[in-house]
C-alpha cells in the first residue's frame, strides 16, 4: 500500500506549479520534480547530542509525562515533560542570544521573575516558593512552578527578545 503525504496548502500550490498536465498524478510530480533536483552536495552532521544539564533530572532518571516537540530551527528534541521542554526551550534560546537571561531576569511580576541568579531573586516577595526554583544553566534558576499556559507565555516572550519568531524559528509542543 503507497504511503500517504499530508500536504498544507502551500506544499500543496508548490506541487501543483510543477504540473505540466492534467493526466500527471501528484505522485508523477514528485517523482519528476526529485527525479532533476541536486542532490545535497554535503549533507550536514546530525546535531550535537543535547548536554546532560540542560535536561530535568527526573527525567533523565525515568520519569516522562509524555512526549513534547521542542524544534529551534533544525534541532529537535522530544522532551518526557512539560517542564523539561520548557527549560530547554529557554536554554536554546540563550544560546541564541548569549544577553537573553540577563534580559528575561529583569521580566515578571513583583512577585516572580522569569530567571534568576539565586532561588530569592526568583521570587523576591515569595520566599516559601524558592521550592520551586530549578537550575537552568550557567548559574541561572527558573521558576518551574507554572500552568502550561504560563510556560507558553514566556516561552513566546524569550523567543521575541531573541529576535525569532515563534511557531516558525521555535516550536514548541507542550
Known sequence: ???TIELDLGLHKALEA???SLDESQTD???RVLANAPL???PSPPSAPIPHDWL???ETAGRQTG??????????YFAGSQKSAYRLALIWLAK????LLDILSKDGTGRRRVVARSPEALYPRSPQLTKHA????DGWYVDVNLSREQKLARIKTACRLAGLEYDKDLIVEL
Open 67 to 76: 512526549r513534547y516537540r521542542v524544534r529551534l530551527h533544525d534541532r529537535e
Open 134 to 137: 530549578e537550575k537552568l544553566c
Open 96 to 99: 541564541t542570544r548569549p544577553d
Open 56 to 58: 530535568d533530572m527526573e
Open 29 to 31: 510530480i514528485l517523482r
Open 40 to 42: 545535497p552536495a554535503d
Open 18 to 20: 510543477h504540473r505540466t
Open 1 to 3: 500500500m503507497p504511503a
